[in-house]
């Protein structure tokens, strides 16, 4: 499979401080990979390194182009898209409208047409994104009547829109309930499956182990450990650090769904 994302050696200073050490990570076409580790193991900051926003040592690169010296919205028409942890909608623009906005690409000729009454552009990236979200009934919603399951849903498609290579969703799970949490999940493997390579932050466990691919874990900055989610589940070093009992609960629902399919 083609490498989509790779870093090699990246790294994050804040003073005397390393948010990230030295790490490596390589998100394949079509993969989603999860990114874990307790409060304050640099994932976000790492996020935040590879999309421009803080600087970095070692590589980054993106479909094999290294990243090094582009700010964030030249990443970002590179095909670097992401989520935050606030899901900031524009509340005085339709669902519609805040994908349009995400899927636009200003040009000369397009702000030359909307001078003289002609919008350009298509919907194409737009309705595709509220397909693949499954929320073409909310396109005409305003923010203010979403469920905050429904404002992460708008979140991740606004991302979508942009029809990015490489999209890093930072905590879309957050605040959901258990039924929001796992039909995200399902929409989530559908857009990898669909061909966009993924990396996930999130600390719903049961939600990380059934979707991902692969799931690199951070510890004070540091990958201590890498795989399958089997095989990170049954890390001795993961469990220690950041997974504790939650690990022996997230593994036994992941084993009791998975002889709910064979039994099926």
Known sequence: MTAVLSTAGLSVRFGGVRAVDDVDVVVEEGQLVGLIGPNGA?????????????????RAEL???????LPPHARARRGLARTWQSTELFDDLSVRENLMVAAERPSWLALAAELVGRPSGDDTATNRAL????????????????????????GVARAIAMGPRLLCLDEPAA???THESEELGRQL??????????LLIDHDMGLVLTICDRIVVLEFGKVIAAGSPDEVRRDPLVVKAYLGGAATAAAAAVDERDAGEVSA
């Open 63 to 69: 479909d094999g182009r290294d990243l090094a010296g």
């Open 42 to 58: 640099g994932k976000t900051t790492f996020v935040d390194a590879i999309t421009g926003f803080v600087r970095y040592t070692g």
């Open 175 to 177: 605040g959901l309930d």
């Open 131 to 154: 397909d693949l979200l499954e929320i073409g009934s909310l396109a005409d919603a305003m923010p203010s009547e979403l469920t905050q399951g429904q404002r992460k849903l708008v």
């Open 189 to 198: 493997r559908q857009i990898a499956d669909a061909g966009t390579a993924t």
